[in-house]
């Protein structure tokens, strides 16, 4: 009995309280505030442009760039990535990429962080209200020689404020107190709701359902339509079979504006060495 009770896993009370309250204020106070004053073109303009911005933030930045390093880019790039991926509300950098190597080494096994294997709800958010018995300071090594990844890790907290507060300013500019609630409603805490769904959604449908013709040697699938909540990242199978690849989907023709944006900062001088599998393997 007393090995059962040492071994059940232990809550996260920090983060259960903290996805809870953003979940109840966007299934509860976001509609309730549309039902008695509803919003303006401002808050669904912020909506949509910090959507857009963190998301990219958290597929480029966190992941692309920092997990698997499929490019490089500028100091002063990188560190505008990690921040618009700060605002997501998904851990800092250093944690996030620590934990997504972790999944790729140890996919399906206990090991990994969101383990599909689980169940879908585990794999989905489950796994945010457990502390994690199996963190790995391995998995930290390369990440913690990087000085931008240290100073988003160090001022993580400010980051993510500034990202809940900038909706509020700019509504509070536009149309005084109700705006400012307004816009952190709906471009603040309901769209952190809606990105933090969108990349689990990469964690728990991606491993149950969809093709795999890349490989079989986990249970990662590709799932188009979830590329379009992701910006690319829902051809998982192919990712999980080529993770150095910064493109997870490899023909012109798969939706994934993170490749676009990245071969996008090559034209431009700011983004360079992106790696990509041969011909033969894509």
Known sequence: MAHAMSSAPRLNYVSTVLFGLITLTALIGVPLFAYFYDYTWLDWVMFGTLYVVTGLGITVGYHRLIAHRSFTCPNWVKTLLLIAGGWALENSALKWAADHRRHHAQCDRDQDPYNAQRGFWYSHCGWVFYRDPHVNDKYLVTLRQDPVVLWQHRFYLPIV?????????????????????????????GRVFWVLNSTFCINSICHLWGSQPHGRLDSSRNSWWVSFLTFGEGYH??????QSDYRNGPRWYNFDPSKWLIYSLSLLGLASSLRRATKGQA
Not at 163 to 189: C, E, I, K, Q, T
Not at 237 to 242: A, G, R, S, V
């Open 161 to 189: 404020l500034s990202g809940l507060a900038l909706p509020f300013l700019l509504g509070l500019m536009m149309n005084g107190w109700r705006g400012g609630l307004s816009g952190f409603l709906l471009a603040g805490v």
């Open 237 to 242: 199978n192919y990712h999980h079979t080529y």
